[in-house]
């Protein structure tokens, strides 16, 4: 069973940037491929990017394509997202997540999820 815990968020005046990490314990992530989801208030948690196992392939939502970048560190056991041009539409609570069955989109094959970290982007 592995837990997570994402941090790094906080509040970033629009076109800035912003790292958040996400760092694994109680089992070795590199099993696992990695996800970033995020969650506005009142609307459904949707996808942001997802990286392989081995860090070798990514996928990201086409709202974030070319401004965010995830990437990993396994020997550290920690997934990261580089979020830079920041907009007030990226305002949300961040959630890193773990799937055994590669790069899939959808939270429902996600089977362990953090606590999430909110990210403000003001105008």
């Known amino acids: 069973q592995v837990q997570l815990v994402e941090s790094g968020g906080g509040l970033v005046q629009a076109g800035g940037s912003l790292k958040l990490s996400c760092a694994g314990s109680g089992r070795t992530l590199n099993t696992y491929a990695m996800g970033w989801f995020r969650q506005a208030p009142g609307q459904e948690r949707e996808f942001v990017a997802v990286i392989s196992s081995s860090g070798g392939s990514t996928t990201y939502a086409d709202s974030v394509k070319g401004r965010f970048t995830i990437s990993r560190d396994n020997a550290k056991n920690t997934v990261y997202l580089q979020m830079n041009s920041l907009k007030p539409e990226d305002t949300a609570v961040y959630y890193c997540?773990?799937?055994?069955?590669?790069?899939?989109?959808?939270?429902?094959?996600?089977?362990?999820w953090g606590q999430g970290t909110q990210v403000t982007v003001s105008s």
């Open positions: 997540a773990a799937t055994s069955f590669g790069k899939v989109t959808s939270p429902r094959f996600y089977h362990a």
